[in-house]
């Protein structure tokens, strides 16, 4: 992991740039999973406007952070108080340098602090190995929501020692 990555909670401020990571992260980064598909990737991030995240943002069941690499906005993730691993979205070009990691052990901490004990998320193929990476399985069989194969997987979460 890069050691000038740093985590921290996003903030309404944040809204118009986690706009653009996520967008660019799914046009770029995820074309195995949409084809370069217009039609999937409108369905995909049409809920990713900055009034949409600004709004994600001030919902109290929510977390959300982003990952700064040499003090540039380079990742951004969430996770809703049941649990759920909403997303993580990288730019392309800082892939496997260690910012989508820190951005889920980040996510997973909050969840371990809100007294969960496991995490489950919706992983597309483009996102599979990292998430079985991260020690996250496949939990039930893919389905297909929008164009996009989805792999739902789990993962325990234990409070540090």
Request: hydrophobic share 45%.
């Amino acid at each position: 992991m890069d050691a000038s990555i740093h985590i921290s909670p996003a903030t309404p401020a944040d809204a118009g740039i986690i706009s653009r990571i996520v967008e660019r992260s799914i046009r770029v980064g995820c074309a195995l999973d949409h084809r370069n598909d217009a039609k999937i990737v409108a369905a995909w991030t049409h809920n990713k406007t900055a009034e949409h995240i600004g709004s994600w943002l001030t919902d109290q069941r929510l977390y959300m952070n982003i990952a700064l690499l040499q003090d540039k906005p380079v990742g951004v993730a969430m996770a809703a108080i049941s649990g759920k691993v909403a997303f993580c979205y990288v730019q392309p070009e800082w892939f496997r340098r260690g910012a989508g990691q820190a951005l889920v052990h980040d996510l997973e901490g909050w969840l371990i602090d809100q007294g969960l004990h496991q995490a489950q998320l919706n992983s597309t193929r483009t996102s599979e190995a990292f998430y079985l990476h991260l020690g996250y399985q496949p939990c039930a069989q893919t389905f297909v929501i929008a164009g996009l194969h989805a792999i739902p997987m789990h993962k325990g979460l234990s409070p540090p020692s």
